[in-house]
């Protein structure tokens, strides 16, 4: 059975426990999900926009309490946490403004008929299985669409995040939406298996680790249902030559330490020309060696605590482990003496194909810098891992930048930003790092049936 446990990460401290379900509710949660599915697809679109303005309200209102919750559950420095609330409110209102109309019907080419005509219609209900590094974000990227589109949804978040999916039950509650249209539940890996492969339930996504999407999509798939993963990134940040490099390097150390590194997108490989690497070495170290380590309360703190203590140590290990596989250490890499799960951002160079952290995902404040010979060499870097999330490619003759952003094989391709993520944008990957999109008219596609009913002339 799962434990779901709010522990202070700054501290060490448990702060409050919670009850998980039992074995019998799991029939319960299905047959209330289902029950409530005609009720809530037979209300217009408009209606359902209505309520998902509310708790897009509820968020930017709410976002300093949000933002302090999430702080003391996973860590996460107060101004991003705030941050992230807020973005989890313009996802509920970007679909709230777009969503009635990306479910208009389509009138097709009739091609010989009286009308062929498309119809967007939900589902049914749907299990969301999301982590806890973004617990805001990453529950609006699955809700918002789904419930756009009149299906209904179990979540079930992580279990370090328990306090966090109680409030974001809350407020769709509050909002108005049917208690039975989303429920959160604190189910254990087995019981959302067996939801998963109940017939009642339609679709399944997950944002994880490849292991928990290969379960996942191992059940979905035995049991014909469709599901999207959002899995792991090394996410390449290639540097040319024409590059700002001081400036560049700035930006890149920012990108890599925030949220701690524990981001899926966040820039894990830096590739930067070899004339370049020792001034870039350089740059980014010393931003590293600068950036506060503290209380994510501390608003003079840059980097807070992993997200446990064992997420610490798995990161130090895995720093130790390149080292003493022949990489350099330039910085940091060592767990902080004291409670908590802190420990000093790394810097590491001369990692090479025989080394685990060259194929590894490190989900830490570590950033790897690799020397390539030629624009052509740092393409062959960036994709020379089993992921496929996004990456970006930074230079001031953007015409080159956008070519060689081209041949990246990612999900997401950017120039001269990285990570950007906005309601309105496609997010996801290919390869190892999952498939299927969300956000945008991408994520209202993945869990609903589009329809055609076309009319013969008479």
């Known amino acids: 059975m799962a434990t779901y446990t709010t522990t202070n990460p700054t501290t060490g401290?448990?702060?409050?426990?919670f009850p998980t379900l039992e074995e019998s509710g799991v029939q319960e949660v299905l047959s209330r999900s289902d029950a409530a599915f005609p009720a809530w697809r037979s209300r217009t679109p408009q209606e359902r926009a209505e309520l998902l303005t509310r708790v897009a309200d509820a968020y930017r209102a709410r976002a300093e309490e949000l933002g302090r919750l999430i702080a003391t559950e996973m860590g996460k420095p107060l101004a991003e946490a705030i941050g992230e609330a807020k973005l989890a409110g313009k996802i509920y209102r970007w679909y709230a403004e777009h969503g009635p109309e990306l479910?208009?019907?389509?009138?097709?080419?009739?091609q010989g008929a009286q009308e062929s005509l498309v119809t967007t219609e939900p589902v049914g209900p749907l299990v969301g299985v999301m982590p806890w590094n973004y617990p805001y974000y990453q529950v609006a990227r699955f809700a918002?669409?789904?419930?756009?589109a009149g299906n209904t949804v179990i979540l079930k978040h992580a279990e370090i995040c328990a306090g966090s999916a109680e409030v974001m039950e809350e407020i769709f509650h509050g909002a108005g939406v049917p208690e039975d249209a989303y429920i959160n539940v604190f189910a254990d890996h087995d019981q959302v298996a067996a939801m998963i492969a109940d017939p009642r339930v339609h679709g399944v996504s997950l944002t994880g680790s490849e292991r928990a999407g290969a379960a996942v999509a191992e059940t979905a798939g035995k049991n014909l249902k469709k599901s999207v993963l959002e899995l792991g990134g090394s996410d390449a940040f290639i540097v040319l030559a024409d590059a700002d490099l001081q400036d560049v390097a700035g930006t890149a150390a920012g990108a890599r330490l925030s949220n701690a590194g524990q981001a899926c997108n966040s820039p894990k490989r830096m590739i930067v020309p070899t004339a370049a690497l020792p001034d870039f070495v350089a740059t980014l170290t010393a931003a590293f060696s600068e950036a506060v380590v503290g209380d994510p309360l501390d608003p003079g703190v840059d980097v807070g605590p992993l997200s446990s203590v064992k997420a610490r140590d798995t990161v130090v290990d895995q720093v130790k482990r390149a080292v003493e596989q022949g990489a350099v250490l330039h910085v940091g890499g060592e767990p902080l003496e004291g409670d908590g799960a802190f420990?000093?951002?790394?810097?590491?160079?001369?990692i090479t194909p025989e080394m685990d952290a060259y194929s590894e995902e490190i989900f830490g404040p570590v950033a790897m810098v690799y020397a390539a010979d030629s624009e052509e060499d740092a393409v062959r870097l960036a994709n020379d891992v089993s992921f496929g999330l996004s990456g970006s490619v930074w230079g001031s003759d953007l015409e080159r930048a956008q070519e060689v952003a081209d041949q990246l094989e990612v999900g997401m391709a950017y120039v001269n930003e990285h990570g950007t993520t906005l309601p309105g944008l496609p997010f996801g990957g290919v390869k190892r790092s999952g498939f299927g999109r969300e956000l945008g008219r991408w994520g209202m596609g993945e869990f609903v049936n589009t329809r055609?009913?076309?009319?013969?002339?008479?």
Do not use: H, I, K, Y
């Not at 401290?13 to 426990?17: F, I």
């Not at 918002?144 to 756009?148: G, H, Q, R, Y």
């Open 103 to 110: 479910l208009q019907p389509e009138t097709l080419d009739p």
């Open 343 to 350: 420990m000093r951002p790394a810097v590491l160079t001369g």
């Open 144 to 148: 918002a669409p789904n419930l756009m």
């Open 452 to 458: 055609l009913r076309r009319t013969a002339r008479s």
């Open 13 to 17: 401290a448990t702060e409050r426990e």
